[in-house]
């Protein structure tokens, strides 16, 4: 798996999937559990790969431009 999220793209999925994630503990009934959808963009962001971006041959990695 190479990366191929960086930098902002990888602040914003973090800082997204906590704003989703903290939708568990604020929504009432059973929609709160649609927070948990921000397990997606936390994690890509933590792990800095993005499979949605592999598919199309994406990348906001710096690195990942340099070795192309």
């Known amino acids: 798996m190479k990366a191929n999220v960086g930098g902002i793209d990888r602040l914003l999925r ?3 999937g906590l704003g ?4 568990v503990f604020i ?4 929609e ?3 927070g948990l ?3 997606v963009p936390l994690l890509t962001g933590l792990v800095r790969f993005c ?4 598919l199309f041959g994406l990348s906001t990695c710096p690195r990942h ?3 192309a």
């Open 14 to 16: 973090i800082l997204v």
């Open 20 to 23: 989703l994630l903290a939708l």
């Open 27 to 30: 929504l009432p009934g059973p």
């Open 32 to 34: 709160r559990w649609w």
């Open 37 to 39: 959808v921000g397990l």
């Open 51 to 54: 499979p949605v971006y592999s």
């Open 65 to 67: 431009e340099r070795s």
